[in-house]
T-cell receptor, first 112, second 111 residues
């Protein structure tokens, strides 16, 4: 299994600002995923981040709003840019193992 | 495209009652199927999985069988406990690629 940590665990931000969320894995992984869970909703994939290549974004998500970095095989960041209250969500990173995906504890973001 | 449909919640049960949470899927290929659980204030945890038709996943008294003929993966438990109160997500994926989640079903168990 993989152990995943995220920073920060929660934050309250003002609209128009940006927040960068960090995801650290205890082992080297090829694929990392970023999901969003809006209040009371299911999880929606934002993008897939492979080391050494640009992230692949799902429909409805764009790089200008959610830039992602993947500098090595154990680390990734997601930035939520120019935030609005609609961005208030839990953001989770996950990694693909041989048989399943493992999730980080999430970052709870509130935009005021 | 692929999708997952779960029964609406919340599901409210008394302790020791039988639980079924329905999940059906639409898939273009042969995905693996998963149940994830999210306890209050905690992150997402894998509860059980099945990788091919007729496989049964089981964990902590929960079971689900991959039924290709009915495209279903219903979650069952014979006797629920208060500690099982959580949100349960059904999901599918291909080769540990991105997960496609259902909307989640909230389970509330009362003593």
């Amino acid at each position: 299994s993989a152990v995943i940590s995220q920073k920060p665990s929660r934050d309250i931000c003002q609209r128009g600002t940006s927040l960068t969320i960090q995801c650290q894995v205890d082992s080297q992984v090829t694929m990392m995923f970023w999901y969003r869970q809006q209040p009371g909703q299911s999880l929606t994939l934002i993008a897939t981040a492979n080391q050494g290549s640009e992230a692949t974004y799902e429909s409805g998500f764009v790089i200008d709003k959610f830039p992602i970095s993947r500098p090595n095989l154990t680390f990734s960041t997601l930035t939520v840019s120019n935030m609005s209250p609609e961005d208030s969500s839990i953001y989770l990173c996950s990694v693909g193992g041989p048989y399943e995906q493992y999730f980080g504890p999430g970052t709870r973001l509130t935009v005021t | 495209g692929d999708s997952v449909t779960q029964m609406e919640g919340p599901v409210t049960l008394s302790e020791e009652a039988f639980l079924t949470i329905n999940c059906t899927y639409t898939a273009t290929g042969y995905p693996s199927l998963f149940w994830y659980v999210q306890y209050p204030g905690e992150g997402l945890q894998l509860l059980l999985k099945a990788t091919k038709a007729d496989d049964k996943g089981s964990n902590k008294g929960f079971e689900a069988t991959y039924r290709k003929e009915t495209t279903s993966f219903h979650l069952e438990k014979g006797s629920v406990q208060v500690s099982d109160s959580a949100v349960y997500f059904c999901a599918l994926s291909y080769n540990t690629d991105k997960l496609i989640f259902g909307t989640g079903t909230r389970l509330q168990v009362f003593p």
